[in-house]
């Protein structure tokens, strides 16, 4: 089997990535790009055997790498984010042949963030890892955080090496040692970002990429009892399933999970902000856990703000990810393009209105679906309280604010909510009372990595951003100094 494929004029290697050397296995699973079914190359699936050598050898580095301390490590890691810099194009063109979002994107603004993740942590592992000294009866708490150990790290695909490096980054900046399997549909870009840790100079086993299905390759790595944390992004149960596995090691877990997000569009509201917000939510066709997918209107604003949202809809550009001026690329994978497609057929069946798309593009074919949106659903339907994960959107009116309040926070989930109002004071009084880890106000989509990101309810457990992701990743200590005792 070929060990190395071509991507983009990039040359990716298939193999897993382990104590600084490539490892190949008997096992195989196939990569193909969204964009037209293109096969892109088999890749070696990793098994208990190689998991296991991948935390052993995070383990073997972790003694040294944590003894190195935040400024050492922030020169490595600051040697890494210049190499992504430098391979911005490459990566953003891998990226984008194996998951179809847009190249565009990808160059603008997703790999210059992958590089900001690994400088942004690094800086703050030194400079703002601190908590003043305070006294206790005249003793001194002093607090410090302790690299842990071996964190393992299960990533999704619908942003793979941003969603990749917003965990490795503190990680690594900790002093943790990493195991990372990336998806299975998007293997590509972890694969050449190991390339880059070793040009980089990271010590080998500080950084492992192990790669296959979910069952086979992620399953004996968050049941390992080596490592000492487990931060996985994906759906609610996938999380269930890891949530058990790490029972037994009672290994601590970040999650961040599935949304159903309101957009919320006050009687007050600059209906022009809102369609511009609105049709944001169409973003990477819809395969954003952020995504605000359910629209919620005050009645008497609805159709002006409808026309507006739809003016909208009509500029957008469906095609190729890689033409730079596509606004929507196609669905990452056949299984899930079906799952969609299952959903809108069903809510049809349903006679729910279909107010635009509804159905794949049939000028284009493959993956592509149009960017759709359900007029008034009946309150607790599958397709306005179940994640799609897709360009598919729902507008539902409400009249007063608690009746806005209970359909808003009528879901499962609790990761986003969007909210366009022209007044503050009702802004305020709408948002205290909505639950959910991230409220954009008039804006959609601003992140600040200092800022703690997470979900309630069913969309997460834990926080990660800034200080919050180093109260996780790392161990936190007080140490109590008594004024008693000292013979100097
Ligand atoms: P999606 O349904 O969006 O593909 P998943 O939650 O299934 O999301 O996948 C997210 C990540 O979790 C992927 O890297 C996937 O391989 C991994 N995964 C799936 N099942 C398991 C499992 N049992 N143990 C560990 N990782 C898993």
């Given at each position: 089997?070929e060990?190395?494929?071509?991507v983009?004029g990039?040359?990716i290697?298939?193999?897993?990535?382990?104590?600084?050397?490539?490892?190949?296995?008997?096992?195989t699973?196939?990569n193909?790009?969204?964009?037209?079914?293109?096969?892109?190359?088999?890749?070696?699936?990793?098994?208990?055997?190689?998991?296991?050598?991948?935390?052993?050898?995070?383990?073997?580095?972790?003694?040294?790498?944590?003894?190195?301390g935040?400024?050492?490590?922030?020169?490595?890691?600051h040697?890494?984010?210049?190499l992504?810099?430098?391979?911005?194009?490459?990566l953003a063109?891998?990226?984008?042949m194996?998951n179809?979002?847009?190249l565009?994107?990808?160059?603008?603004?997703v790999?210059?963030?992958v590089?900001?993740?690994?400088?942004f942590?690094?800086?703050?592992?030194?400079?703002?890892l601190?908590?003043?000294?305070?006294?206790?009866?005249?003793?001194?708490?002093?607090?410090?955080?302790?690299?842990?150990?071996?964190?393992?790290l299960?990533?999704?695909?619908?942003?793979?090496?941003?969603?990749?490096?917003?965990?490795?980054?503190?990680a690594?900046?900790a002093?943790?040692?990493?195991?990372?399997?990336?998806?299975?549909?998007?293997?590509?870009?972890?694969?050449?970002?190991?390339?880059?840790t070793v040009?980089?100079?990271i010590p080998?086993?500080v950084?492992?990429?192990?790669?296959?299905?979910?069952?086979?390759?992620?399953?004996?790595?968050?049941s390992?009892?080596?490592?000492?944390?487990?931060?996985?992004?994906?759906?609610?149960?996938t999380?269930?399933?890891?949530a058990?596995?790490?029972?037994?090691?009672?290994?601590?877990?970040?999650?961040?999970?599935?949304?159903?997000?309101?957009i919320i569009?006050?009687?007050?509201?600059?209906?022009?902000?809102?369609?511009?917000?609105?049709?944001?939510?169409?973003?990477?066709?819809?395969q954003v856990?952020?995504?605000?997918t359910?629209?919620?209107?005050?009645?008497?604003?609805?159709?002006e703000?409808a026309?507006?949202?739809?003016?909208?809809v009509a500029?957008l550009k469906?095609?190729?990810?890689?033409?730079?001026?596509?606004?929507?690329?196609?669905?990452i994978?056949?299984?899930?393009?079906e799952?969609?497609?299952?959903?809108?057929d069903?809510?049809?069946?349903?006679?729910?209105?279909?107010?635009?798309g509804?159905?794949?593009?049939?000028d284009?074919?493959?993956?592509?679906?149009?960017?759709?949106?359900?007029?008034?659903?009946?309150?607790?339907?599958?397709?306005?309280?179940?994640e799609?994960?897709?360009?598919?959107?729902?507008?539902?009116t409400?009249?007063?604010?608690?009746e806005?309040?209970?359909?808003?926070?009528?879901?499962?989930?609790g990761?986003?909510?969007?909210l366009?109002?022209?007044?503050?004071e009702?802004?305020d009084?709408?948002t205290s009372?909505?639950?959910?880890?991230?409220i954009w106000?008039?804006?959609?989509?601003?992140?600040?990595?200092s800022?703690p990101?997470?979900?309630?309810?069913k969309?997460?457990?834990?926080?990660?951003g800034?200080t919050?992701?180093?109260d996780?990743?790392?161990?936190?200590?007080?140490?109590?100094v008594?004024p008693?005792?000292?013979?100097e």
């Open positions: 089997m060990h190395f494929i071509e983009a990039a040359t290697d298939t193999r897993n990535f382990i104590n600084g050397e490539r490892v190949a296995t008997g096992d699973f196939a193909h790009s969204p964009i037209d079914g293109t096969f892109l190359g088999d890749f070696h699936q990793a098994g208990e055997t190689e998991v296991n050598a991948a935390v052993e050898a995070a383990r073997a580095a972790f003694p040294a790498w944590a003894a190195m935040p400024a050492k490590r922030g020169e490595l890691l040697k890494l984010a210049d992504v810099e430098a391979n911005i194009e490459t063109m891998i990226e984008t194996d179809g979002s847009l565009r994107s990808h160059i603008r603004g790999m210059p963030r590089a900001m993740n690994i400088r942590f690094a800086d703050w592992a030194i400079n703002k601190h908590h003043p000294a305070f006294e206790t009866r005249g003793h001194s708490n002093n607090i410090s955080w302790d690299p842990s150990g071996v964190v393992a299960i990533t999704p695909w619908n942003a793979p090496l941003m969603l990749a490096t917003w965990k490795i980054g503190p690594l900046a002093g943790d040692t990493v195991v990372l399997k990336p998806a299975e549909w998007t293997p590509l870009s972890a694969s050449f970002f190991a390339d880059l040009q980089a100079g080998a086993g950084f492992n990429v192990v790669n296959g299905l979910g069952r086979v390759t992620g399953m004996p790595l968050v390992h009892p080596g490592i000492s944390r487990i931060s996985f992004t994906g759906s609610v149960p999380a269930k399933v890891i058990k596995a790490a029972a037994d090691n009672l290994t601590p877990l970040s999650f961040e999970l599935g949304g159903k997000s309101p569009v006050l009687g007050d509201a600059d209906l022009d902000l809102a369609a511009e917000l609105a049709v944001e939510q169409y973003d990477n066709a819809g856990c952020l995504s605000g359910r629209v919620l209107v005050h009645e008497d604003v609805a159709d703000f026309e507006k949202f739809r003016a909208k500029t469906q095609g190729d990810p890689r033409n730079l001026s596509t606004d929507i690329g196609p669905q994978h056949p299984v899930h393009f799952r969609i497609k299952g959903f809108v069903r809510a049809k069946g349903e006679g729910i209105e279909v107010l635009w509804g159905e794949p593009n049939g284009l074919g493959g993956l592509f679906f149009k960017p759709t949106l359900f007029k008034n659903p009946p309150v607790g339907s599958e397709i306005v309280t179940s799609i994960f897709g360009p598919v959107l729902t507008m539902q409400f009249r007063t604010d608690e806005l309040i209970a359909m808003a926070n009528g879901t499962e989930f990761l986003a909510a969007c366009v109002s022209g007044n503050r009702h802004a009084h709408v009372q909505l639950v959910a880890g991230t106000v008039n804006c959609f989509f601003v992140r600040d990595l800022a990101f997470g979900g309630s309810r969309s997460g457990i834990g926080r990660e800034g919050w992701s180093f996780f990743y790392a161990d936190v200590k007080n140490t109590v008594s008693n005792g000292w013979k």
